[in-house]
């Protein structure tokens, strides 16, 4: 049976028992039933096929004509599809957008304004397109990275801090309870807790435990882009955290010291040497118990 006629013939409740079943379980079913409770509202008047062709035999006409007789439920049902699109247009533009970038993966995309965005490996941006001009406003979980058209103005907020711009090139993250935002062109207001500082053109700021860390850097643009991890003083769970994203594995560690601080970089495009890197770092024993699972134990 057509999609179509099965969807009307439900709109009209004309389906039996095993059909309904069907088509309730069908993936689509949801928004469908979304669609009928919007058009419920909607009343179209019963056709009495009788009366219009008495109407039809009664008028003169030199060429005859012939007149189609549609079912209720064929109008009822072009009424339908024309609001779902409605919908479908609304929802698009008016509910929030969803930008996500997998583990494993990076996803880069334009704002409203042709503004760039990338987003790291297990990150996820929030925004609204239609009325973007009048409410710039953009929700972060986790690490992105910003190119703002010139002259242009908005906000990026997350659950540790907040960032307004005017047209720049920075990077925000935020993960657990450590933000970090570094400035690479231009300049950036930070909001966090009871703080408010100014970035400058080559200048980064963390906020952890309470605590304000002040670098410089003289990189045009964050190293993840070119698939390297940097890292400033990171503990050694917060560094296996991202490596676990942007490598979309488990990583199990069993050893006592887990408070030395790493500097430095890791590549995000070659497994076997960033673990390498770690084991001679930490003096651990890397172990690969299945292609996506890796285990560290003290020497």
Request: hydrophobic letters at 35%; aromatic letters at 10%.
């Amino acid at each position: 049976m057509k999609k179509n006629d099965l969807l009307a013939r439900w709109l009209n409740d004309d389906l039996s028992e095993k059909e309904l079943a069907e088509f309730e379980a069908s993936p689509d079913f949801e928004k469908y039933k979304k669609i009928k409770e919007y058009t419920a509202h909607l009343e179209v008047d019963d056709l009495d096929e009788n009366e219009m062709l008495s109407n039809i035999l009664q008028q003169k006409k030199a060429t005859p004509k012939v007149v189609p007789l549609y079912k209720k439920w064929m109008f009822r049902a072009a009424a339908v599809f024309v609001l779902a699109l409605g919908i479908t247009f609304a929802m698009k533009n008016l509910v929030l957008q969803t930008e996500t970038a997998n583990f494993g993966e990076k996803t880069a995309f334009s704002l409203p304004d042709n503004s760039e965005v990338v987003l790291n490996s297990g990150s996820e941006i929030n925004f609204k397109k239609l009325n973007w001009d009048s409410n710039r406003n953009l929700k972060l979980d986790g690490e992105a990275y910003f190119k703002v058209s010139k002259g242009k103005r908005f906000e990026v907020e997350t659950n540790l801090g907040k960032v307004s711009v005017l047209g720049t090139q920075f990077n925000v993250k935020a993960r657990k309870n450590r933000f970090d935002v570094t400035c690479y062109e231009g300049r950036v207001k930070v909001n966090y807790a009871n703080k408010q500082i100014i970035l400058t053109h080559g200048q980064s700021v963390t906020f952890e435990n309470g605590k304000q860390f002040n670098t410089a850097i003289e990189s045009s643009k964050p190293e993840w882009i070119d698939n390297q991890i940097c890292f400033n003083k990171e503990n050694i769970k917060n560094l296996l955290d991202e490596v676990q994203r942007q490598y979309n594995i488990t990583i199990e560690l069993n050893a006592k010291d887990t408070t030395s601080l790493f500097t430095g970089k890791l590549p995000t495009k070659d497994l076997d040497v960033a673990i390498q890197i770690i084991s001679t770092t930490y003096h651990l024993k890397a172990k690969k118990v299945s292609k996506n699972k890796i285990i560290f134990d003290e020497k």
